[in-house]
């Protein structure tokens, strides 16, 4: 039974009146083949889809916001959907970090500026998940956070191919002639072998991890490879369940507290998680008015222990992880560490929503009792290099890199460091634009670093999201600063 009044519904300031204004939304809405029993006295559902043909995560979203109309439709809602810029990780130069918080301010006006009782937010590319749940947050209206799930392993030859990961490992064999052209064009048509997301536990999945874990989206949704026939089966659920969300005035800012982010950090902890998250999820907290600090994430790194066997950390990949029970069975494990009376968008606690879960494979999804490490799944590091704070992931590292002193080799671009060998100065010299993730892949590094500063991607959005946060890569890859090993820096 509703628990609101239809008159109470947000939308009816558009619809319902009998005035001048609301004849004109009404005949537009008659335009488009609507008639008044449609939407009238119903929750409006806004779908903010961020699907594109030049986004592989996203090619199937066209599809899974059917899927949410229908479930919007089945539990008597009224949907409409709503296009909002996709951010590619794959082919937006030169990063996508530069229009994170301009999505997150579209997803909110495009929420505050129209006739939304709720949204559900498809998404799931690196950095697209942070900024469509940053405008919801801010909006506040009731939302549902519908992950774009991630794509199937790859295959060559026999072999399991992981994104990321592997493609470094064979151009680097490739470039020591260990493989011919035949073999890298056979790995290049079989790495990617579906829509979704990067299949290890790269951004993509830890964010939507993130989102499930806060309480923002279905429990298990995270976990569900983008082409499983149970994956349109959520997003049909997701569309229902908002409808009854915005009856019940569920909002945001009802289910996010600071033990929601506790148990999301314990989460990427868990997970082997992307350094990204930081960022990120610092962005989330201070939308929610939450003051959340990197120190936080090095304070439970030490006690979280890292029970994901999952690849860069591990050895296997998403697929294997759904298939031993996805996030919900790594939650029960990790349990003791979770506030489980966390409230989640399904009404109940997030106790309640993992308590029916297993485990169906102990080496993907360890024990307490067995895990891939004890603790340390990021450190947060400062020194004379960083004295802000920067990141690691030491669980992706040889642990002969763990502790080192070393000279730091910076390059001015990301072209540079591979035409030169390992020599230069140890002056510290930021590429392009200072904490953004990925300046590294930059199409035109110098011009970027030239011109980046007076662009609006290093200063959109709120104070607590303009970061001066530095991300290193223990193998010296490419990154804002290119250091030798993750210990350059003075401590820990």
Request: glycine share 10%; with cysteine; hydrophobic share 40%.
């Amino acid at each position: 039974m509703p628990l609101k009044d239809p008159k109470s519904l947000r939308s009816y300031r558009w619809y319902g009146p009998d005035d001048l204004r609301s004849f004109g939304h009404r005949s537009r809405a008659a335009s488009m083949g609507c008639v008044q029993a449609d939407y009238a006295g119903k929750p409006v559902i806004a779908i903010i889809n961020t699907w594109s043909d030049i986004n592989p995560c996203h090619s199937h979203l066209r599809e899974r916001a059917e899927d949410v109309k229908r479930g919007v439709w089945q539990a008597g809602g009224f949907p409409v959907e709503m296009p909002a810029i996709t951010l590619g990780e794959t082919f937006q130069k030169p990063t996508t970090m530069m229009y994170r918080n301009l999505l997150a301010m579209e997803t909110e006006e495009l929420l505050r500026s129209y006739p939304a009782d709720g949204c559900v937010l498809l998404g799931g590319c690196d950095k697209t998940t942070p900024a469509l749940l940053m405008g919801a947050i801010s909006a506040n209206l009731p939302a549902i956070f519908v992950p774009a799930g991630p794509m199937l392993r790859g295959n060559w030859r026999g072999q399991i191919l992981g994104s990321g990961s592997d493609v470094s490992k064979y151009w680097a064999e490739r470039r020591a002639g260990n493989i011919d052209q035949q073999a890298w064009m056979q790995i290049e048509e079989g790495i990617a072998r579906s829509a979704g997301t990067c299949m290890t536990m790269g951004t993509a999945s830890t964010m939507t991890s993130v989102a499930e874990v806060l309480g923002l989206s279905l429990p298990g949704a995270s976990s569900i490879p983008a082409v499983d026939a149970n994956h349109p089966k959520m997003a049909n659920r997701s569309g229902r369940r908002i409808v009854e969300m915005v009856w019940e005035d569920l909002k945001p800012r009802d289910i996010l507290r600071e033990s929601s982010f506790n148990n999301a950090i314990a989460t990427v902890l868990a997970l082997g998680g992307s350094t990204n998250a930081v960022i990120h999820m610092i962005a989330l907290a201070g939308r929610a008015g939450i003051k959340l600090t990197i120190d936080r994430f090095d304070e439970l790194s030490r006690m979280t222990p890292l029970l994901a066997n999952l690849r860069p950390s591990g050895k296997y990949l998403m697929e294997d992880f759904y298939y031993s029970g996805g996030l919900p069975a790594l939650l029960k494990a990790l349990a003791f560490h979770l506030d489980l009376q966390s409230l989640t968008i399904t009404g109940k606690t997030l106790g309640e929503n993992i308590e029916r879960s297993e485990i169906f494979n102990a080496d993907v999804i360890r024990g307490t009792d067995n895990p891939v490490l004890e603790s340390g799944g990021l450190a947060i590091l400062r020194g004379n290099l960083a004295p802000g704070g920067a990141v690691i992931k030491p669980a992706a590292a040889e642990p002969t890199l763990w502790k080192h002193a070393g000279r730091a080799i910076v390059f001015d671009s990301y072209d540079e460091m591979k035409c030169k060998q390992c020599a230069g100065s140890a002056q510290r010299r930021p590429q392009g634009r200072a904490g953004h993730a990925r300046m590294g892949k930059s199409a035109d590094p110098a011009e970027a670093s030239k011109s980046g500063c007076t662009r609006h991607g290093a200063n959109l959005g709120r104070a607590h999201e303009r970061h001066k946060l530095w991300r290193v890569r223990p193998a010296c890859r490419a990154g804002i600063i290119c250091w030798r090993t993750s210990r350059a820096v003075e401590g820990r």
